[in-house]
């Protein structure tokens, strides 16, 4: 079934988000205001990008990158057809021009590179599709989503987005089970990462860190588009019970589960 | 006689209507009115502005109300007031309409804020070809792997039961486990 819709209704970053938790593998077509992206995914992970025709081969992005100097990139596009990225990787290593790790590392930079631009496209069409792969010949990485993520949620300025996003700051927030590790967190962050804890509300941390209700919002939000956090009801020795006496017409327990049953038992038969 | 309630939400068009009307025994009490904005227009011609309402008549001493929310945020003033002693609530959502995914999640955390009950979400139109899979949908909606998220065509009256089966397998549930 269908992964499609509009950027309009679903941004960029909340589309890495959703790949992210669900360890999509695929590509990720956008049809942009002017031209068309791929963005290619191995088990939730940013693997490949291309943007437009533009020149993503290997050769172009060591050239960009000033590994390879101009007669170096033109002798090598001049045979390209005749090798395969992986080779050309491979043949560079073995002289001694690029280590491997500046191979990944520049094509990760680039990767990023096109995924920045993209967040600034807030118009057209995506759809994931879940066998599309990157070419065979095109050197993959293996890039975590999470700072990409946060990133792109400091981008979202829009009161009104984010109060949708957050209706109320008297939840709290709690960690989830991903690890915290490699997060370029800004300070605002980091101090509303301290402070969370399930019996802490939004409203809380915001005044012991001295944030306006826009400022958490915007923070919590990429927080929890990273997938770091979620929102809970506030733990507090005095939190109401998920039961409470005003569902029921009775306060008797007995009774009250009598009456789920026979609530369940009319459904049943109707 | 006594009465309980569960109220049905979701955003604009998310089938919450229609949900109510395929269990219930009385013609749904709808207050719909002709939509005037040409955006919303396109989607369906009238809209719920205050509540719906359908009735299921447990025995001659019980009865339990279904309301559903209007889905305009125009008229959100309605939810608090719906919500007040609910046993619980279901969130609708159109699985072929992504755009209406953050408010469905808005009005989703919004009801969690304004109490504490058992609810599930169900993901409605899952018999189109343009509807997001359920862990898609899932994804999209920020729903823990604990929250049910159950796959529903509002106009099939079996699979509506089991959405409320559900909520109430839920509620007895809480209530076990919070002796």
Redesign the interface.
């Known amino acids: 079934?269908?992964?499609?819709?509009?950027l309009?209704?679903?941004t960029i970053t909340?589309l890495l988000?959703?790949i992210n938790?669900?360890q999509k593998t695929g590509t990720l077509v956008i049809d942009g205001p002017s031209e068309q992206a791929h963005v290619s995914f191995r088990q939730g992970k940013l693997a490949y990008a291309k943007v437009g025709s533009e020149d993503n081969s290997l050769a172009a992005v060591l050239h960009k990158a000033n590994k390879l100097n101009v007669n170096q990139y033109r002798a090598i596009a001049e045979r390209s057809g005749q090798m395969t990225d992986k080779e050309l990787g491979l043949l560079l290593i073995n002289a001694g021009y690029v280590s491997q790790e500046d191979i990944l590392l520049n094509l990760q930079g680039y990767f990023t590179d096109v995924i920045r631009r993209l967040f600034a496209w807030v118009e057209g069409f995506f759809r994931f599709e879940n066998e599309m792969l990157p070419p065979d010949d095109r050197i993959n990485v293996r890039l975590d989503l999470e700072n990409l993520i946060i990133e792109g949620s400091r981008q979202l300025r829009e009161w009104e987005?984010l109060q949708?996003?957050?209706?109320?700051l008297?939840?709290a927030l709690k960690f989830t089970d991903r690890p915290m590790t490699n997060l370029n967190l800004s300070i605002e962050e980091w101090r509303v990462v301290k402070y969370i804890d399930p019996k802490n509300t939004m409203k809380q941390i915001a005044s012991a860190a001295k944030l306006t209700d826009m400022e958490i919002r915007r923070i919590v939000y990429g927080l929890?588009q990273a997938g770091l956090v979620?929102?809970v009801?506030p733990l507090s020795p005095h939190?109401?019970?998920?039961?409470?006496p005003?569902?029921?017409?009775?306060q008797d327990?007995e009774e009250?589960?009598t009456?789920?049953?026979?609530?369940?038992g009319?459904?049943?038969k109707? | 006689m006594?009465?309980?309630k569960m109220v049905v939400t979701g955003p604009f068009s998310a089938g919450k209507t229609q949900f109510i009307q395929s269990?219930s025994e009385i013609d749904v009490v709808a207050t719909e009115r002709k939509i005037s904005s040409s955006s919303e227009r396109s989607v369906k011609d009238a809209t719920t502005v205050a509540m719906d309402f359908g009735r299921?008549?447990?025995?001659e001493d019980?009865v339990?109300y279904l309301f559903g929310t209007p889905g305009q945020k125009r008229f959100d003033f309605m939810w608090e007031i719906l919500s007040?002693?609910?046993?619980g609530f279901i969130v609708m959502v159109d699985s072929t309409r992504?755009?209406?995914?953050?408010?469905a999640?808005?009005i989703l955390?919004?009801f969690?804020?304004y109490?504490?009950?058992?609810f599930v979400v169900a993901a409605n139109k899952q018999d189109k070809?343009?509807?997001?899979?359920l862990?898609?949908v899932r994804?999209?909606l920020?729903l823990?792997a604990k929250t049910k998220l159950l796959p529903c065509i509002a106009t099939n009256?079996a699979q509506v039961?089991q959405v409320?089966?559900e909520l109430?397998?839920s509620?007895?549930a809480?209530?076990d486990s919070?002796?």
């Open positions: 079934m269908a992964l499609r819709g509009n309009r209704d679903f909340q988000n959703l938790l669900a987005e949708d996003e957050i209706p109320s008297d939840m929890i979620e929102m009801r939190a109401a019970p998920q039961i409470n005003r569902m029921f017409p009775t327990r009250q589960k009456l789920i049953n026979k609530l369940i009319r459904i049943q109707l | 006594q009465t309980v269990v299921i008549t447990v025995d019980l339990l007040e002693g609910m046993l992504p755009e209406t995914f953050r408010e999640r808005s955390e919004t969690r804020a109490a504490p009950t058992p070809s343009d509807a997001w899979e862990e898609d994804h999209a920020r823990d009256k039961k409320l089966l109430l397998y509620i007895l809480e209530m919070s002796r």
